[in-house]
């Protein structure tokens, strides 16, 4: 059964520490930003967040990695940025964690997977799955009572089922619940109809894969991270050396990739945001 007296809760963690109620309960000198991002916010933006309301915090969990010769090796970190914060928007009740931006991409040595690749960065699963969960246990300390977990990566889905099961195994007692929503990353995954039916763009092959003609990258990704930096996809660089396309698929105009991705990323956080409020109702 899951407890209700979250106010109990959170006074009897903070007479277990050193910090007076006082300092604690001490008023905000001056107003905060418009950001969701706790990394973004103060100590206080954030406390004042949780008594207003806040109390769903999103974990997006990415990678580095090799993604072909023209997008960065953060690509999932990327699509992060702009995801989460478009999904914590839709819920409106909801911050986004720091992105856990390393994660398992192959036996480091011998090298095996991604770890081939120069750039990539691989941990260990139990390193990993560790962060998660010290991570998680941060949050829920501070007063988080629904901890949304998602990976960008399909590699990351054993540590994160790994570990919503532990935790709520081992916080039934408390007043909080770590959700994995895999419908984030599995539901129309790489956006694959919604790029067809609603977009006009149809790539080739024509299969639902991350990875097309030896490219571990496709016009959903590509068009996503233009929408934080067209660096980060070697936009100038493309279009200078007649290379900017993907799958058969023309990125020029620059500004209509970047509306396209604009348009998935708003497809991507309903999909999500649907997702987790039917978790947490099944609570």
């Not at 962060?131 to 998680?136: A, H, I, T």
């Not at 619940?177 to 080739?204: A, N």
């Amino acid at each position: 059964m899951r407890p209700h007296n979250l106010a109990a809760w959170l006074f009897s963690c903070l007479l277990a520490g050193s910090v007076s109620a006082q300092e604690m309960d001490a008023p905000r000198p001056i107003e905060g930003i418009n950001t969701v991002f706790i990394e973004e916010m103060t100590w206080m933006e954030v406390r004042d967040a949780i008594s207003g309301g806040k109390t769903t915090v999103i974990v997006g969990t990415g990678g580095i990695e090799q993604n072909g010769p023209y997008v960065a090796s953060g690509k999932h970190n990327f699509v992060l940025e702009a995801t989460t914060e478009a999904v914590a928007r839709e819920l409106g009740n909801a911050l986004v964690a720091p992105i856990v931006k390393l994660v398992p991409e192959g036996n480091i040595d011998p090298p095996s997977g991604h770890m081939r690749y120069h750039a990539t960065i691989s941990v260990r699963q139990e390193t990993f799955e560790a962060v998660l969960v010290d991570v998680l246990s941060s949050l829920a300390q501070h007063g988080f009572t629904n901890l949304v977990i998602i990976g960008d990566s399909g590699g990351n889905v054993e540590g994160l089922e790994a570990v919503s099961a532990a935790l709520n195994t081992k916080w039934e007692d408390r007043p909080v619940r770590v959700h994995f929503i895999p419908e984030y990353y599995t539901e129309d995954i790489y956006s694959c109809d919604y790029l067809k039916s609603e977009l006009g763009v149809f790539q080739q092959p024509d299969v639902c894969s991350a990875t097309r003609n030896n490219y571990h990258d496709d016009y959903h990704y590509s068009s996503i991270i233009a929408t934080t930096d067209p660096e980060r996809i070697r936009a100038q660089q493309r279009i200078d050396a007649g290379l900017f396309s993907i799958n058969g698929v023309d990125l020029r105009p620059l500004e209509k990739t970047v509306a396209n991705g604009r348009k998935l990323v708003e497809y991507r956080a309903q999909i999500t945001a649907r997702a987790i409020r039917q978790a947490i109702a099944r609570e």
